[in-house]
Each structure stands twice: as C-alpha cells, then as structure tokens.
C-alpha cells in the first residue's frame, strides 16, 4: 500500500483523546443513613484512566490494528470513535467529522461491530433485523431489499436468510452484525473483538470478510483485538495499547523487528514451579525479561517459558538445569522468531495472554 502522507489521507485521528471513569465508594446502609450530613456527600472516588492522552492516525483504506489485553482502552477507544462515549478530553475527526461537534455526521460514517455482545433481535430472522436496522438508517424503500440482499449473499446467508438468529450460530450472528454495520455502507468500520467467542472455522471466515472489505472495497478499517495472530495476519499497520496509553505503533514486521531473533528463547516444559520468574530471575539477573505463560497441562497444552534480551541464548544451560532440578519436564527448546506478544512483553513488561505482569513492573 502506498501512502499520502497529506492531512486529507486520515480517516481517523484522535487528539490527545482521554477518558476516566470515577467509582464511588460504597459506604453501606450506615452511610446511607448519613447522608444528610454535607461532609459524607463528598465521598472519595476511585479513578480508572481507561485512556491517557491518546494520539492516533489511521490512513484512509488502511487495515488498522489495535492490540492490546482486556481493560488496555480498546473498547473505551472504539466508543469514543462511534460517540457512545464522550471523552473528558480531547477530540478525534472521523472522515472530517469533529466527534464532540458533529454527532450526527460523524454515526453517519461509521458501521461498528462489537463482539460478545446482543445487539441484534433474536427472535427476528436475520432479513427482519436488516430491515428493520435499515429503515432506521432512513434508506430509500426501493433501496433496502436490495442492500439487505446484497448483505445476505455477501456473507452467504441467503439460504437461511429467514430464520430466526436464536437458530443461528455464534458465528452466524456474528456476520449478520457485520452486514448491519455495512448497511449504509459507511467508509469506516470499527470493529471490538469481532472474532470473540467464534470456533476457528467462523473466525476465519470473518477474518476473511474484514480482509475484502478493506483490500477489495477500501474501507478504512480500526480492528481492536487482544488476538495478536488476528492482528499479525489482517492488519497494515498495529498500534499497541496498554493501560489506556499507546505504547508503539508501526507495521507487524517492523514491531518484530524490535526483537532481535538471538535474544528471544522458549523452553516448552511441563510441570514448571510456581515461582519460576521469581526463581529463574535470581539466576539470570542480566535477562531482561523472563516470563512463564502457563497451559492447560490437564489437556496436554504446555507451559512456556519465555527468555527475552541481554544474554538470553548464554543462559539457556543454567536455566534448564534449574528447571530440571525443580522437576520441570522440559519438551524442546527453541530460538524463537519474535511474535507480536513478544513485542508487548518488551514494550510493556505485561504478558498479552493472560494480563500479568514480567520482569519489568
């Protein structure tokens, strides 16, 4: 792909964009009773920064990656961008449109998919619900049938087009969300977890949906995910997100590239000891993270330990003879070529998969 680098190139750009959520403490029936008294109405409240001063460009008809674990400010982000949420600071302009400013423009040129979630009528069939989210979108009567067709066929749903989607698969629903969203045919769609919860086969297939509507119809496509093979294989470019805050942004091969190959080993094993970051960091305090992203052993998934920079390759020896002495099952032992999860942990210290924390916190 190749890029204008001119302002009128983004179809997507966000301005120091923050967001916080504020929890009141719950004092219980005793401060119920209280709360006549002037001093208990001011009650301490928790702060969750679910985005810090956020800055993003996403170029017209580009596939955009945004990766990060759950709670990083993927949603929060996403929200903001449709106009669910308002932000407490900062703006975005979506296709021109400023999201504080002009509301109605900026719903007007967007479709958003949300995984996980029931936003569709499912005692409708799926012809019902689209038509139904067409009228909505004020479309031209003669034009409906038509789109709705179009929709059906383009996700391959014609066949079955009028049942109900309490009949329907995961995956299923989850194509008739993609086909409302493009409804209206936006230029941008914002897509949350569009995969969750799907089996492999489905996911593919919507992966393979959101591949042609960038690659064959141009549209500009934000792709939040915590999938780091989702995000590797789809996107142009990644952002990673944690903490409410972007961390990098870049192609997926140039985010590898920030892991060398020969300061990257994996040791599969079984059976690792529950301290083992705690006890491997003792030993090898010149490797810079060390990391244990635990299977499901029970089904025969290992364990696998992670050493990442300064001389990580050197101490693989002290490493499997301490893993050995803590009867530790070790099954192979490679030099890794660097994933995007493998970035995370370098840029973060967090492990991507499970939401934890390396060497670095």
Partial sequence: MVYDESSDAYSIQTINLAKLFRKKKHKG????????????????????????????????????GLLGPNGAGKTTLVKCLSTILIPDEGTAIINGFDIRKQTTLVRASLGMVIGGERTLYWKLTARDNLMYFASLYKMPRKRIKK??????????LLERADER?????????????????LLHDPPIL????????????????????????SKKEGKTVLLATHYMEEADE????????????????????????MVKETELVEIICYNPPQDAEKYLESLCPDVEIITLVRGEEAKGTPSRIKLMGGNAEKRVGTVVDALRKKNTQITSLNISLPTLEDVFIKLTGAKLTEGGRGKSQ
């Fill in 29 to 64: 029936i005793f401060g119920f009773l209280k709360r006549g008294n002037k001093k208990e109405k001011s009650e301490t409240k928790d702060v969750t920064v679910a985005l810090d001063h956020v800055n993003l460009k996403i170029r017209t008809g580009e596939l955009f």
């Fill in 147 to 156: 789109r709705v067709d179009e929709l059906l066929e383009k996700m391959n």
């Fill in 165 to 181: 989607l309490e009949d329907y698969s995961t995956g299923m629903r989850q194509k008739v969300a993609i086909a409302r969203a």
């Fill in 190 to 213: 914002l897509l949350d977890e569009p995969t969750l919860g799907l089996d492999p086969t489905f996911s593919r297939q919507i992966r393979n949906q959101i591949r042609e509507l």
């Fill in 234 to 257: 789809l996107c142009d470019r990644i952002a990673v997100i944690n903490e409410g805050k972007i961390v990098a942004a870049d192609t997926p091969d140039r985010l590898k590239a």
